[in-house]
């Protein structure tokens, strides 16, 4: 059973990958699973980097920081653009 904040980043994941293969298919943009999961790919790995510069800003300021860098939100967000791009694909 998933955590709480690991589904939401699957849930978020296969969001982000159904819009990007939508918006390829509606511009006629070939290979539309292939940009739904590499729009996941660079949504997860965007979100953990952005966690990570806020840590070290407050750690720099001496606030405790508010977010974490985990990769089980990165695979989390993943997983659930793939989930999107194989039924895609299948489909």
């Known amino acids: ?9 699957a849930v978020y ?6 819009s990007a293969m939508l918006l390829a298919m509606v511009f006629r943009v070939p290979h539309a699973p292939l940009i739904g999961g ?6 997860a790995a965007g979100k953990e ?3 990570y510069l806020s840590i070290r800003a407050a750690l720099k300021a001496g606030d405790k920081p ?12 993943v997983a659930g653009g793939l989930a999107v791009v194989v039924a895609g ?3």
Request: cysteine-free.
């Open 13 to 18: 994941g296969g969001a982000i990958a159904l």
């Open 38 to 43: 590499a729009a996941a790919l660079a949504f």
């Open 1 to 9: 059973m998933l955590d709480q904040d690991t589904a939401n980043h």
């Open 89 to 91: 694909l299948l489909g």
């Open 49 to 51: 980097a952005a966690d």
């Open 66 to 77: 508010v977010h974490s860098v985990e990769w089980t939100d990165l695979a989390g967000t």
